[in-house]
């Protein structure tokens, strides 16, 4: 009897007979192949490969479920992955999706599976709302190359109560974004005032009013408004984890720098992050007399200012940019020097590469060098989040991290559609070979 009633909940959780789980391709240059079913207990398998990902910032492989079994549970989607081919990075994602459009998201992109370290184990955890009619859910690489899954499943809890109600959390949230959100005048807040008013949101779960509050966020249409559920927020505060290495290297006459994104804000985390990188700098600096590549194709954003900081001393002294709310005040960025490192660069000739991924502290990076005097922007525009975003903690543990500003650089210019460089150039080389050029080109 017990053996039939576990194959009883395994057949309601998977929606009937358990079949082949069928994959897609994400993106025109991916070949993805699939095997098992991922909501058996031995799950499955998907190997994704691109020889180029084309203007795309990745690509990928992704297969749907249908949600009735998964709604007002907690899903797990766990796998081992290995990029087995290139130099790019892997990140698991599941969404729900509801009629209207996403609903919930999460990704394991904070800690994500690189190239040269072998198979990494990675899950993550997503409260499918009762309004959901799919999960869509996948795999994702962010250059060319290979990678493999296996040991693929997704598996679902009963939801722990955090002593808050959905209803707490809307009541909560809502006002802060009416009152902060740059983009506050896009949504009907009548409408939106309604959704507190449904009957039993009182007695429903926290997690629940994740799904209503994105409506929220997507009726704003900045694209950068976010929310992170408590696991994913307490991790932010204690970690930093920077998207790949910061590289640098000697050109001849040019220092090199490739600056990644740093995810999370643990101070001495990113301390680290800013000294490693203005220590680059430094001990490339006696031999880079035609002036300095500064890389943001790969930065993803996160925490801009130890970024800022590391690269110090090519920003040079006083204000490097600003935010300017929806009111038009303006809150400025001073210089900030990694501690313990003084050299002075404020005067070399910096050529910045931006692309499609240079994406919100990304582009706050590339914001700050703006106005430089003898600064030039090669590559292809920057994704179109040059905005700010306020963390607000919310009640249940989580957090809300809302666009309340926009990127200001030297000269008071913002950036709305994003960073249009002087000199288009395509291809990893590309930049770099043009970067170059026009900075020997200089007396």
Known sequence: MVRMAAFLVLMLLSGGATARSVWNNIGPHARTSGAG????????????????????TFFGAITSVDA?????????LAGSLLVAEGTGIAALW????GPDGRLAFASTGASPARAGEGAQARELQLYI???????????????AGRVNVQRLTLTSEPAVSAGVSAYDMIAYALPIIRANALNAGNVDWSAQEAMMRAPGLAQRPAQEAYGRLQRVLNAL???HSFLQVPGQASTA???AVASTAIESRQMQDIGYVLVPGLRGTDAAAGDAFSAELCEKIATLAPTSSKGWIVDLRQNTGGNMWPML?????LLGAGDIGA???????????????AKACTIDLARSRVAVLVGAKTASSGEAVAVAFRGRPDTRFFGEPTSGRATSNRTYPLPDGGALLLTTAMFVDRQGDVYPHGIRPETPASGEQGGVEAAAAWLRSLP
Not at 68 to 76: Q, Y
Not at 323 to 332: E, F, L, P, S
């Open 37 to 56: 079913d991922i909501l058996t207990p031995e799950g499955g398998a998907v190997t994704v490969s691109a020889e180029s990902v084309g203007q795309d």
């Open 68 to 76: 009735t079994a998964f709604r007002g549970r907690e899903v797990r």
């Open 94 to 97: 599941l969404r729900a999706d």
């Open 129 to 143: 709302p009762s309004d959901a009619t799919h999960l869509k859910l996948g795999v994702t690489l962010d250059a």
């Open 221 to 223: 249409g900045d694209r």
């Open 237 to 239: 505060r204690t970690t």
């Open 309 to 313: 900081s590391g690269l110090g001393p």
């Open 323 to 337: 935010n300017r709310n929806r009111d038009g005040a303006v809150t400025r960025w001073p210089s900030r020097g």
